[in-house]
């Protein structure tokens, strides 16, 4: 966005400098005309009143020195060429001399009408404009003499310094456009990383408001935005969380009487499904949890967390493999994180039978991802395995137990950490979960 109004802004200004640098180029050389027509007019009549007055005897002395210049008058060579239609010019000097004289414009052109002429400026035509002919003068006398009206001398050749002289005025014009720009882009650039912190933190501090008008209600409409989108889920945590709280009492009550029951087959059966539904009660409460982002955000040690995880799982006899160092810090809430490794790492054990853990890293990110030995997952059901407590019944049973809420709990938790969890079935069998996780530079 910076980029298209910098530009923008650029070729406007050029393009409005080089139409106005065009237009007086243009209206110069049209003022430089008609003063060099009026002169050669008064300098037209000149020669010929001067000439019509002149002794016959001392005409030939009087042309030679008249035939120099841009306006010459000579002896015409073409005394009974046949004249065109009257030209501005003629028209003109017609007019000053009178009907003593008898003006005849000819067919001749001179060459040096069309030929270019070098210009001190890029936006200036290089062909001359004014007037340039040739006519037959008939004084009262009868002698009929030749007037020609050329384009004036060419000043000498000048290197080009348009464009540098130009230089200061385009580098200006840089300038401002960069800087009104970046300023037209900053409340824009603000607002988009206030998103971006508010995904990754609903408690991230609100915009301040600052700058124009439009730019203050659209931040004060963000942080009526963000403030809502807390109470919400702040009441919608509170509320899954007293649920499964308060269900944890009747539960345990429920599971002291059972013991009462003289039926060992009733008994088991019931037990077991009373520890089905504590079971669901308590992954409630870890969903409430994960949804909750009271904790403090710090900078962790990515393989020190991941060698520390699947230390736990193989101490209690979980198969789990871990290869590949990151060798990088991120930035998260460690119970959280931690939360989301152990479920994936619980997932993959408790449905394929081990965990291959292999991480590597990425430029600005690190990737992790856990391979296990199950069947893997049809591909029209991979987006739907993250809906909370949908499980897939041919492929997972529940007597591995579970209540679908492990991987509900993952990605939540890995989105507030602006990271990305992926799932794909391997090509040698087995479902590999990718988690991408963003880096954390000092000074962010």
């Not at 409005?16 to 007019?41: C, G, K, M, P």
């Not at 540098?164 to 988009?192: D, E, G, H, N, Q």
């Not at 856990?370 to 059901?381: K, L």
């Not at 897939?392 to 507030?416: C, F, M, P, V, W």
Request: aromatic share 4%; net charge neutral; glycine share 6%.
């Amino acid at each position: 966005m910076t980029g298209r109004v910098f530009l923008v802004l650029v070729l406007g200004i050029v393009a409005s400098a080089a139409l106005t640098q065009w237009l007086a180029v243009n209206e110069r050389i049209r003022a430089l005309e008609r003063y060099r027509d009026f002169h050669a007019l008064e300098r037209a009549e000149q020669l010929i009143t001067t000439a019509d007055v002149m002794p016959e005897t001392a005409r030939p002395t009087f042309l030679l020195a008249a035939n120099r210049g841009t306006v010459k008058l000579e002896m015409s060579d073409v005394p009974e060429a046949q004249a065109l239609m009257a030209t501005e010019f003629s028209t003109s000097l017609q007019q000053r001399l009178g009907e003593r004289y008898k003006l005849s414009p000819l067919a001749e052109h001179p060459a040096v009408c069309d030929q270019p002429r070098q210009t001190s400026s890029l936006f200036a035509s290089s062909q001359w404009r004014g007037t340039c002919e040739t006519m037959n003068v008939q004084l009262h006398d009868g002698k009929i003499l030749k007037l020609s009206v050329l384009p004036p001398r060419q000043a000498p050749a000048t290197p080009n310094n348009e464009l540098l002289l130009l230089t200061p005025f385009l580098l200006s014009i840089l300038f401002l456009a960069y800087w009104v720009a970046r300023m037209s882009m900053r409340p824009l650039k603000r607002l988009a990383q206030a998103a971006k912190d508010l995904g990754n933190d609903i408690n991230h501090p609100p915009v301040v408001l600052s700058g124009a008008a439009e730019i203050r209600q659209a931040s004060a409409a963000f942080n009526a935005m963000q403030a809502r989108i807390r109470q919400h889920i702040t009441q919608r945590t509170q509320m899954l969380a007293a649920i499964t709280h308060d269900l944890q009492t009747p539960l345990t009550r429920l599971r002291l009487r059972l013991e009462k029951v003289n039926d060992d087959d009733l008994k088991q059966r019931l037990i077991d499904d009373l520890s089905a539904m504590q079971q669901m009660v308590k992954e409630g409460l870890d969903l409430a949890r994960s949804m909750d982002s009271s904790e403090t955000m710090q900078a962790l040690d990515l393989d020190a967390l991941l060698d520390s995880v699947c230390s736990d799982a193989t101490d209690v006899g979980q198969q789990v493999e871990l290869r590949g160092r990151a060798a990088m810090a991120l930035m998260g809430r460690p119970l959280a994180i931690r939360r989301c490794l152990v479920n994936l790492i619980d997932n993959a054990v408790k449905y394929g039978h081990y965990a291959h853990v292999t991480v590597e890293r990425l430029v600005g990110s690190a990737r992790i991802c856990i391979r296990d030995g199950g069947p893997g997952i049809a591909p029209d059901q991979m987006a739907r395995v993250f809906e909370p407590f949908y499980r897939i019944e041919t492929s997972r049973s529940r007597e591995s137990g579970g209540t679908g809420l492990g991987l509900t709990i993952a990605r939540n938790i890995a989105e507030q950490h602006g990271a990305n969890v992926t799932l794909t079935n391997h090509k040698d069998g087995g479902l590999e979960v990718t988690l991408v996780v963003p880096e954390y530079y000092v000074g962010n």
